[in-house]
């Protein structure tokens, strides 16, 4: 008797699971979006607005960096069973570098509420969502979501590069550019030297550790969903 598409439904289909995270991953864009240009708004009213400067820190990058891939990886997400590669790559690299943000999230890698807005009236609901919400959405969705293809060990080499390449940036165009530090860090005194170089130690073994997780969790999942089909 021949087999008909509906005894033999297509393979490629998304499942529900896939589409509901590609439907958060669409969510979230939209929101880390009003957010960022509510934070904007707010920075304008009050004082004239360096656009140069916002955007040259760490957790402002990675905010508009995440708005596209979450908006690319929503749109793929209605095609097929899981992440490719190269999406899967890019969303490790967001983990990691959400890793990066909240592990140093009142010092180098991203600002305060009040140190961000320069205005201690200004709407803090915002940075709550570009500082604390993103970088837990885009580590907890790495961890709890299984459809992805299995990463290779370069990726997590690449992205642990990112942040400390970017404090690389920073600390050499500072000079001649408006980029810089967190202002309420700043570069320690020549006798603070051990604690600057006890808090950098500790920065660095604390990204190494949560890169071993996170590849580890890729491992995980691709161990126990092999072909990465999951049905809800």
Known sequence: MRKTFVDHPSKDLPSRFRLATSALSMVVAVVLTVALGVKILDLVAGKPFDAERYFSYFSLLLAVVSVLVLLVSALLGTRGTRDGPRVASARAVLALSGAAVLITHTSLF??????????????????????VVLPSYLIGEWILNPLRARISRWTIVVALLVPFAWL??????????????????????????????????????????????????????YRLFPKNVFES
């Open 110 to 131: 991203s600002l305060a509420p009040g140190v961000a807005s320069g205005d201690l009236g200004a709407q803090i609901w915002p940075d709550t969502i570009i500082h």
């Open 168 to 221: 690389l940036a920073v600390f050499t165009l500072s000079p001649f550019t408006v980029w810089s530090v967190d202002q309420a860090i700043g570069l320690p005194a020549a006798e603070d030297a051990m604690v600057q170089n006890f808090y950098f130690l500790t920065i660095i073994v604390l990204l190494l550790v949560t890169s071993l997780l996170l590849l580890m969790a890729n491992r995980v999942h």
